[in-house]
């Protein structure tokens, strides 16, 4: 039998712990939904074990290791990530612990695909030809880190912060949209196929071809992450503008999978055979379009809550309960 206080503990989540529960199903599902659909088409979870292990495998040879043992974490983590948020919706009291097993999973999957792109450097320099496409795969592995070490640091803090929802939210776009608008910063100054320059010149700009479309679906994934970094800026001056960010943020994220629907519809994209290898290839996307909606419904949620509460500035969302002077003391603005 659970005692009243384990009850009491379990009818009530905060807002910040509804977030966060949320965002380890829908980003748990959508990886694993990702590993379920490839299981037909070849290069799928089976065939990387057959090949690794059940074939003539040199594991001798420098770095070999790294590539099979990032693939299999990387797949173990999507379930571990689902089954956490599953846990912590059942019981919400445990969510130090769930955050600090999902954080070692992630950064332990996040150093095997460092050392793999370390690997590769060393064993096949071509593929990374100056310092420009070494920065960007090091900046976007950057943010595999700082995501764990954000939730570590919010869960052990959130109840000494005003808003601790806004600060996760403002965090996660923070974290993800500085790391990524970086690393395709550094692309504009790369030499080769994989610098930005180099795809400009082989697109035929301005004259509209395949190879511009491709340029504009790689650029997509640009728009979207300085979309992510100035909406947590925003949030972060303006919190009581989080309905409004959460929109900005749903409709950066369907930039990317909207090109690549242009690229499919004019045959100028290949996925493979089969109606499961195009789920499998848009799972990715339709993850971040889920956790975009998700958030964009906990934030009417959260405006509404806080109306209900105290009247609140329409700028800063400072609690104006009392005030007669007509400005927000917080930042000034007339109410």
């Known amino acids: 039998m659970r005692s009243r206080d384990t009850r009491n503990a379990l009818a009530y989540r905060p807002p910040w712990l509804i977030l966060f529960t949320g965002y380890l199903c829908i980003n748990g599902l959508f990886g694993t939904l990702y590993i379920v659909l490839k299981l037909p088409t070849q290069y799928n979870l089976l065939w990387h074990i057959r090949r690794y292990f059940l074939a003539d495998y040199d594991w001798t040879a420098p770095w070999a290791w790294t590539d099979p043992s990032r693939y299999l974490w990387l797949c173990l983590t999507e379930v571990v990530t689902l089954a956490a948020g599953l846990l912590l919706w059942m019981h919400p009291t445990r969510v130090k612990r769930v955050a600090l097993t999902v954080a070692i999973a992630l950064i332990v999957g996040a150093t095997l695909n ?16 100056g310092w420009a496409v070494k920065s960007s795969v090091v900046l976007r592995d950057l943010a595999a880190y700082a995501v764990p070490a954000l ?23 923070l974290v993800v949209g500085a790391a990524g608008t970086m690393a395709h910063i550094v692309l504009l100054f790369a030499e080769g196929d994989q610098g930005y320059p180099q795809m400009l010149r082989d697109s035929g700009w301005p004259t509209i071809s395949p190879d511009l479309l491709f340029l504009v679906w790689q650029l997509g994934r640009f728009v979207t992450v300085a979309m992510f970094f100035v909406c947590g800026l925003l949030l972060l001056k303006r919190p009581a503008r989080i309905v409004a960010v959460a929109w900005a943020s749903l409709a950066a994220t369907f930039v990317h999978p909207s090109v690549a629907v242009l690229l499919l519809a004019t045959d100028q994209l290949k996925l493979g055979s089969g109606f499961l290898s195009t789920l499998s290839f848009f799972s990715g996307d339709a993850g971040v379009i889920a956790m975009a909606l998700f958030v964009l419904l906990f934030a009417y949620r959260l405006r509404d809550r806080s109306r209900d509460k105290f009247p609140e500035c329409r700028i800063c969302g400072y609690n104006l309960t009392g005030n007669v002077s007509g400005t927000c003391p917080e930042c000034g603005e007339a109410t």
């Open 151 to 173: 939730a570590l640091w919010f869960v052990h803090r959130a109840d000494t912060l005003r808003r601790p929802a806004i600060t996760l939210i403002a965090g996660y776009l």
């Open 114 to 129: 460092s050392l793999t792109s370390l690997g590769e450097w060393l064993t096949r320099g071509s593929l990374y030809p």
